[in-house]
């Protein structure tokens, strides 16, 4: 079984510029998740998706960070313009969204704003 | 969800049993203790959960004192590899079949040669 693939694994921008990070969960898996890791602290979800909708975007910055996932498969998160402050690594996970108990991580995209 | 006191790290001998403790003294009936580790420059990964019982897996095993005010992760025969930080999770089910995770800086576990 593949793993929830995520996509760059590295980006460098400048402030104010904008940038997408992308994510394919398991195969099947209803329920998608988007975290943002900074550096020293553990991971805080920025947004749930069953299927296609939004469960939970109660901590998503929404001035600047947009998420959707169109067709309840893949995932695209984005951040325009983006600041210092969002220099963090970016994890994506899901689960089926059946009731089981193991949300599976993608490795990660590493943000460095400059 | 409740919160949880871990300590920032720890150290353990190769080959022996690593004890990482938990504190969720505020706990509430209906929620589960989860264990996850994250090596360096992964996701996390998820170790093993549990409500009231002591739960074991293939990687470790769960202990939960009877009042559930805390817990003891026991990783019987540290590798190298098991060195990671540690997040110890109180959790309650959503209604949607599925949950959210509220992680804390969790416990440094480094495992010496």
């Known amino acids: 079984e593949a793993g929830v693939a995520q996509s760059p694994r590295y980006k460098i921008i400048e ?5 997408a990070f992308w994510c394919n969960p398991i195969s ?8 943002q ?10 947004i749930q998706f069953q299927n296609n909708g939004v469960v939970d975007d109660s901590q998503l910055p929404k001035d600047r960070f947009s998420a959707e996932r169109l067709k309840g498969v893949d995932s695209t998160l984005k951040i325009q313009p983006a600041k210092l402050e969002d220099s963090a690594v970016y994890l994506c996970a899901s689960t089926s969204g059946r009731g089981d108990y193991e949300q599976y ?7 460095t704003v400059t | 969800d409740a919160k949880t006191t871990q300590p920032p790290s720890m150290d353990c001998a190769e080959g022996r049993a690593a004890n ?3 504190n969720h003294s505020t706990i509430s009936g209906n929620e589960y203790v989860y264990w996850y580790r994250q090596i360096h420059s992964q996701g996390p990964q998820y170790i093993i959960h549990g409500l009231k019982n002591n739960e074991t897996n293939e990687m470790a095993s769960l202990i939960i004192t ?14 190298l590899r ?22 804390g800086k969790g416990t440094k576990l480094s495992v010496i040669p």
């Open chain 1, 15 to 19: 402030k104010r510029q904008s940038v």
């Open chain 1, 105 to 111: 991580f993608g490795p990660g995209t590493r943000l």
């Open chain 2, 82 to 103: 098991d060195t990671a930080v540690y997040y110890c999770i109180v959790v309650a089910y959503s209604g949607a079949g599925s949950y959210q995770l509220t992680f």
């Open chain 1, 37 to 46: 890791q900074i550096l020293g602290q553990g991971p805080k979800l920025l």
């Open chain 2, 20 to 22: 990482l403790p938990c």
């Open chain 2, 66 to 79: 009877e009042d559930r005010k805390s817990s003891t992760l026991i990783l019987p025969h540290a590798t």
């Open chain 1, 28 to 35: 099947g898996h209803a329920t998608l998740y988007w975290y």
